[in-house]
């Protein structure tokens, strides 16, 4: 599997300002997904990133809430912006990676950002 | 869109007895079927797969089950342990050719030494 790195860890931001999580894999992957974890639930994806292209946003997510880069095939970053105490959450990035049966759809996943909004 | 149910929400054995977790999935596209478990704190770590052309896959303690006429799939757990005690979720891809993973809602599992 892949050894995927998340920065910061966590962090405790004032309303109305913004994060940028990193993630950063040691090989080059397809694909990477960002998804949203809101405490003792389960996991939400938020979109899929693409690399060279605008990122696929589920329902219920936006751009102008969770940009979103993919510059290239080891690395993506997530924004939270105008953050609200509702946005108070585990964020984790994970990546496709070569299950060595012919599949990509094996994912695995980061270490996590833990954000507190307050 | 795909909907994954998983029951039970807690699970409480006695250390050494079996546990089984079950979810039930919409699509029937579908195929293929992770299943994570988290402990506290930790990110969710892959445990095991099944692929919709597979009924049954086994690795020592754990084993899955998948009934893709009824669309649902099973997490067997033998001879508990403590440390099996964690959060198991159950995924399920969205569609025949996606690579999105639709998630339950989790189960607690608690093994009583």
């Given at each position: 599997?892949?050894?995927i790195s998340q920065?910061?860890?966590?962090?405790?931001?004032?309303?109305?300002?913004?994060?940028?999580i990193q993630c950063q894999v040691?090989?080059?992957?397809?694909?990477m997904?960002w998804?949203?974890?809101?405490?003792?639930?389960?996991?939400?994806?938020?979109?899929?990133?693409?690399?060279?292209?605008?990122?696929?946003?589920?329902?219920?997510?936006?751009?102008?809430?969770?940009?979103?880069?993919?510059?290239?095939?080891?690395f993506s970053t997530l924004?939270?912006?105008?953050?609200?105490?509702?946005?108070?959450?585990?964020?984790?990035c994970?990546?496709?990676?070569?299950?060595?049966?012919?599949?990509?759809?094996?994912?695995?996943?980061g270490?996590?950002?833990?954000?507190?909004?307050? | 869109?795909?909907?994954?149910?998983?029951?039970?929400?807690?699970?409480?054995?006695?250390?050494?007895?079996?546990?089984?977790?079950?979810?039930?999935?919409?699509?029937?596209?579908?195929?293929?079927?992770?299943?994570?478990?988290?402990?506290?704190?930790?990110?969710?770590?892959?445990?095991?797969?099944?692929?919709?052309?597979?009924?049954?896959?086994?690795?020592?303690?754990?084993?899955?089950?998948?009934?893709?006429?009824?669309?649902?799939?099973?997490?067997?757990?033998?001879?508990?342990?403590?440390?099996?005690?964690?959060?198991?979720?159950?995924?399920?891809?969205?569609?025949?050719?996606?690579?999105?993973?639709?998630?339950?809602?989790?189960?607690?599992?608690?093994?009583?030494?």
């Open positions: 599997s892949a050894v920065k910061p860890s966590r962090d405790i931001c004032q309303r109305g300002t913004s994060l940028t040691d090989s080059q992957v397809t694909m997904f998804y949203r974890q809101q405490p003792g639930q389960s996991l939400t994806l938020i979109a899929t990133a693409n690399q060279g292209s605008e990122a696929t946003y589920e329902s219920g997510f936006v751009i102008d809430k969770f940009p979103i880069s993919r510059p290239n095939l080891t924004t939270v912006s105008n953050m609200s105490p509702e946005d108070s959450s585990i964020y984790l994970s990546v496709d990676f070569w299950a060595g049966d012919g599949h990509t759809d094996t994912q695995y996943f270490p996590g950002t833990r954000l507190t909004v307050l | 869109g795909e909907n994954v149910e998983q029951h039970p929400s807690t699970l409480s054995v006695q250390e050494g007895d079996s546990a089984v977790i079950k979810c039930t999935y919409s699509d029937s596209a579908s195929n293929y079927f992770p299943w994570y478990k988290q402990e506290l704190g930790k990110r969710p770590q892959l445990i095991i797969d099944i692929r919709s052309n597979v009924g049954e896959k086994k690795d020592q303690r754990i084993a899955v089950t998948l009934n893709k006429t009824a669309k649902h799939f099973s997490l067997h757990i033998t001879e508990t342990q403590p440390e099996d005690s964690a959060v198991y979720f159950c995924a399920a891809t969205q569609g025949e050719y996606g690579n999105k993973l639709v998630f339950g809602a989790g189960t607690i599992l608690r093994v009583k030494s």
